[in-house]
């Protein structure tokens, strides 16, 4: 059984740095697609950073410049790196990830970004608030 568990949340002051980590346990298979998705209190979730198997990664555009996704497969932890942080980035955020290897694991821009994959397993969460 797979399962994602998420740390290193909290609260920050604008302009502060924060890095939040996902470690995979369970099922050693390689991940072909793993992202960090949000929500904020009443808005929809929305995605932030996707990787691929092949390190590529990309960013919703309000994030980058700022943010930096990467997965440490020796360790079997996704990390976001989140610098110059703001209160708008205050949310959930949800680590997830997929094995099945279709669809493109890139971050698509709308008013609601998402990743054009299903992802298959979800992590727990964790806060970030951000005070201005």
């Known amino acids: 059984q797979v399962e994602l568990l998420s740390s290193g949340g909290g609260s920050v002051q604008a302009g502060d740095s924060l890095r939040i980590s996902c470690v995979v346990s369970?099922?050693?298979?390689?991940?072909?697609?793993m992202a960090w998705f949000r929500q904020p209190p009443n808005k929809p979730r929305s995605a932030v950073a996707a990787i691929d198997q092949n390190a590529r990664s990309t960013y919703t555009d309000s994030v980058k410049g700022r943010f930096a996704i990467s997965y440490d497969s020796s360790q079997k932890t996704l990390y976001l790196q989140m610098s110059n942080l703001k209160p708008e980035d205050t949310a959930m955020y949800h680590c997830a990830a997929g094995i099945d290897e279709v669809d493109d694991c890139v971050v698509v821009e709308t008013s609601t970004p998402y990743v054009d994959y299903a992802m298959e397993y979800w992590g727990q969460g964790a806060q970030v608030t951000v005070s201005s």
């Open positions: 369970g099922d050693t298979t390689p991940y072909y697609c």
